[in-house]
């Protein structure tokens, strides 16, 4: 007799990927992924979903019964080039506003980005046609608690080729930064200690160049000010062997909740007084500023036709104020993180 | 003998400026506009800093013992090239934030700003070097209560000749626009009449042209939506005859209080539900978004080296909301201001 079961079972690929403690299934389909475990969109896609699971699953930890992440899988308008998995905790008792997002995307890469990428010194022929595909995981925390910091991390892996497979480029690029409302040095060494512990397992020079380049990086021209006390950065990341890359690059992602959890548990019952809770909304107001004015991935957002916008700016803050001419006096512990913020320096 | 006092007063210039109304002394010295009355610098000055305090006042009748505006008179880094008065009141009764500021300034034109005005359709001769003046009012206020929408007007006044004082170039721009939380539609009729009213006065399809110009220029483009219910919007506006043009632009500056007090008085002692104040901190960070990724007066801001940026960004609300996925349900007053910000209609 005919056995229907058998015959479907043996036309099942083996199913050997365990996907059950990400907070949605991946975005590409689970047949790819498992007939592709070497490639590298596979293993950066897998990488990013575990990351945001663990990322959430620990700052929910932290809320107790406070807050879970409502979790979206959405997919862009054109389904076939991929999605994403938002997942975003809002108005909790520890934090108010967790945005933690994946997006994987594979689509032609439009004339006005191979320009763009061509300017950044890729090369790029003219005469071809290139698809590219983008993995990355993004997150921004605010705290409820004027004395948790900010945090915000980017960790995301290019890839692009010409329509015939050939002419094929690479690269990762991220970086976590903290943004404090009030200087604990203590907590930033913490911090910036296990983002340099991360580097130091790579490269001796990483963790120099990767500070730089972040205090390069997030300073809000117009004030003349840092967004915060820094961390890494970094961009075009490539090496003869990509594993060695995507080594660095996860090792960074792993670091996210040691250089951060224990700032939060360490904090998340301070005192609070109003003035402290003022002067974050102020400095939530920088933190918008920066977002909207020079962030190159938000930027990026608004210039990408469909893009999901809901996501792009899961990372502004649920409250921020603006006062006009707030200038906090000579000596004050608000005046004392300005300082920093304009003259940036070594915590380690 | 000899009269000191005599000689001191025939070089003196006959005073018969009244300043004493203004919220601060001219930006200009008093003599030059004195000894140049007709030159349109001088008007444009003059009628600003009348607009500036009439408003100021206006606004101050409406908080009584509420709040008092601070003056702030400033100057530019290198104080010839002129300076500003910016008027501020924050946390009022009936203000939550209300901005006026005049700005007064002459200065070379840089290479850049060259290139703009050129593609602008300004035709500056490429072997000149070229000053520009520019003077001008804006303003945005927010009241308290989300019944009253917020108000934005600004008129200014350019100047450009080269350094033989040739090639003259010289128009006039500016507009007022709404941004309600809830739609009362003989609420924005009343606004839009007054415009309307001044527009006719001086040229039949003004008000057409210029509403249609306002609801294409503020307009959020990454979330489909305009800003508010519109106004009026000019640029570059010229004539044979200048003193028409000014004109124009005193009559539509004069109308803003005809066109706002009236929902301000009608409105500042409605009750306002929880819900209510938490759509306007939403809608606010809709205008930060506007103001800080799209507005061109805060985006020259930025790119002007030392920019009084606390003149620029006094637009920004005292407090704005972002929550995630926020979505007013069909039918509520909510989804129905969205629905007119989507698609904007003529209101008379």
Redesign the interface.
């Known amino acids: 007799c005919t056995q229907p079961y058998t015959v479907f079972a043996a036309q099942k690929a083996p199913t050997t990927l365990d996907t059950s403690s990400f907070m949605a299934a991946p975005v590409t389909d689970l047949k790819t992924l498992e007939e592709n475990p070497t490639d590298m969109k596979t293993k950066m896609e897998l990488m990013i979903m575990r990351i945001q699971s663990e990322f959430c699953r620990a700052l929910e930890a932290e809320e107790g019964d406070g807050g879970k992440f409502?979790v979206?899988k959405w997919v862009r308008h054109n389904a076939s080039e991929g999605g994403g998995v938002?997942c975003?905790l809002?108005d909790g008792a520890t934090f108010e506003?967790a945005?933690v997002n994946i997006t994987v995307m594979a689509a032609p890469l439009s004339k006005e980005l191979q320009a763009s990428m061509r300017a950044r010194g890729k090369s790029l022929p003219e005469d071809k046609k290139f698809t590219f595909f983008a993995a990355g995981v993004s997150s921004v925390i605010h705290p409820r608690n004027p004395h948790i910091p900010t945090i915000h991390f980017n960790y995301r892996y290019f890839e692009m080729q010409d329509e015939d497979g050939n002419n094929k480029h690479w690269w990762f690029g991220g970086g976590t930064d903290l943004t404090p409302y009030y200087l604990v040095e203590e907590d930033v060494r913490l911090f910036h200690g296990v983002l340099k512990s991360a580097c130091d397992r790579h490269h001796p020079t990483h963790y120099t160049r990767f500070k730089k380049w972040c205090d390069d990086y997030f300073f809000v021209?117009?004030?003349g000010e840092r967004r915060g006390v820094g961390g890494i950065f970094f961009d075009d990341l490539e090496d003869e062997d990509p594993e060695k890359v995507f080594g660095f690059v996860k090792d960074c992602a792993e670091a996210v909740i040691p250089s951060f959890l224990p700032l939060v548990q360490k904090h998340k019952d301070d005192a609070v007084s109003e003035a402290e809770r003022r002067w974050q909304?102020l400095r939530r107001?920088r933190y918008?500023?920066f977002n909207?004015?020079y962030d190159r991935g938000t930027k990026f957002?608004?210039a990408t036709p469909n893009?999901r916008?809901?996501s792009i700016?899961?990372s502004?803050?649920?409250?921020?104020?603006?006062?006009?001419?707030h200038q906090p006096a000579p000596g004050t512990p608000e005046h004392k993180i300005t300082e920093v913020l304009k003259n940036p320096k070594d915590w380690l």
């Open positions: 409502t979206d938002t975003v809002q506003k945005g021209k117009f004030r909304l107001g918008v500023e909207l004015v957002g608004f893009a916008i809901e700016l899961m502004l803050p649920l409250h921020a104020r603006w006062e006009y001419m």
